[in-house]
């Protein structure tokens, strides 16, 4: 008799899973699926928005069935239940609706995006399979008690901020820490793959690389490190890395980013923008990489790139922001507080890293073997022990 239980994963109309643009939550579903293969404890069904390298990607997943929703531009004819300016959303909701009305399912689990507009899709189906998995800082409320019956929280920091109405029950949310593949930020570049990539970005033999990765928006922080990186007394030994774009896989350029590169302009030797990289090539910028920072300056659910990190040893400059000090300690990284004081600490403990090897070297050596905490296997089976309670939680119900 088969008992797995049967689990579909719906991401925002925005990235595809597989994550060949990027995007965390469609990482982390990839991530999911990817552990599926080797354990295969529940099925899944996966929906996303179309992308025709996502779609080829998908075919080397045999315990997943992916469906696939493609863009509508066309929205002048789409009946509301409630008011809603983004009528593609709407479409998208429809679309699954379709295509999953027939599915002996057991959960439905909304991986972020707006969360209460799917209430449109959710509530044609009965409300104890409706989970939401919830990667951001959300509060609850009357609307989200209506529509989802049980949550997912990346980290205790984002419970207790969902929790703090007081409108839903504790025990009907559970804290599961993000997964990454471990062994995927483990690999290691050869001397000569090193020196073509430092020679690619222009890297010299005695700068130490300081390594920014995430979007390029406000709330990360990048204009705050790169005013502390101006700051640094040996900056001349020093160069900055900022991997990423606004929008993941997406090439736009924004009015912050113009910003970025208009304050680099002083000192445009010494930082490297690279645009987005692949999730799955990011690891190479972590072999030339000496410091990561995270210099958050808004409240972080969980931090991927933390792990990340950590994974491929570096030490690690953090603000003390959201669910990030769940993640690290002060034996892997240096922890800066979101004050007026920002920007000189971390000058300050750039500084101190970049003219101490020792202190690097045994910070990784801390966060490579933190990171085993946070790996996709850990993030999966855990996944297993929720979703099996909340089956149980149901069948007790019923009797």
């Known amino acids: ?26 990482t982390l579903v990839e991530t999911l699926i990817k552990e599926n293969e080797k354990l295969n ?20 997943y045999k315990n997943t069935k992916f469906i696939y929703i ?15 300016e983004d009528k593609k959303l709407f479409l998208y909701m429809d679309d699954i609706y ?3 009305k027939d599915e002996n399912l057991d959960f439905i689990v909304i991986e972020g995006g707006d969360l209460k507009a799917y209430k449109y899709l959710l509530k ?3 409300k104890e399979k409706c989970i939401m998995h919830i990667h951001g800082i959300s509060t609850g409320d009357n ?32 804290v599961l820490y993000n ?75 924004t009015e912050f980013d113009r910003e970025l590169i208009k304050i680099s302009q002083d000192i445009k030797d010494k930082i490297v923008f690279t645009s987005f990289i692949p999730n799955d090539d990011l690891y190479k910028i972590h072999n030339i990489a000496d410091i990561a920072v995270v210099p958050t300056i808004t409240e972080e659910a969980f931090g991927m790139v933390v792990v990340e990190a950590m994974a491929s040893g570096l030490p690690l400059i953090v603000t003390r922001s959201g669910g990030i000090p769940e993640i690290v300690n ?19 403990s750039l500084d101190f890293l970049v003219t101490n090897e020792n202190k690097r070297i045994n910070m990784g050596i801390k966060g490579a073997e933190l990171a085993n905490n946070f790996s996709g296997e850990k993030f999966y089976k855990g996944f297993i022990n929720i979703i099996d309670e909340f089956f149980k939680n149901n069948n007790i119900v019923k009797k």
């Open 98 to 100: 379709e295509n999953i």
């Open 70 to 84: 493609k863009d509508k531009n066309n929205t002048d004819n789409i009946d509301l239940s409630f008011e809603k």
């Open 124 to 126: 044609r189906f009965p």
């Open 179 to 253: 997964g990454i593949e471990i062994e995927k930020f483990k690999r290691k570049l050869s001397l000569e793959e090193k020196r073509e990539l430092k020679n690619k970005y222009n890297i010299k033999e005695n700068e130490k690389v300081i390594m920014f990765c995430g979007r390029t928006v406000v709330g990360k922080g990048i204009k705050e490190l790169i005013l502390a990186f101006k700051r640094m007394k040996n900056i001349n030994n020093a160069k900055l890395l900022i991997v990423g774009n606004s929008a993941f896989g997406k090439n736009i350029q």
């Open 330 to 348: 002060e034996e892997n990284a240096i922890i800066v507080d979101k004050d007026e004081l920002l920007i000189e600490n971390i000058a300050k």
């Open 1 to 26: 008799m088969n008992d797995k239980k049967n689990v579909c994963l719906i991401v925002p109309n925005v990235f595809p899973v597989p994550a060949v643009n990027g995007g965390a939550c469609e």
């Open 143 to 174: 609307e989200f008690e209506q529509i989802y019956q049980y949550y997912i929280a990346v980290s205790n920091y984002a419970a207790n901020h969902f929790l703090a109405s007081g409108i839903i029950e504790k025990e009907r949310v559970k």
């Open 41 to 60: 404890k529940i099925n899944i069904t996966c929906v996303s928005i179309y992308d025709e390298k996502a779609y080829k990607k998908s075919k080397e």
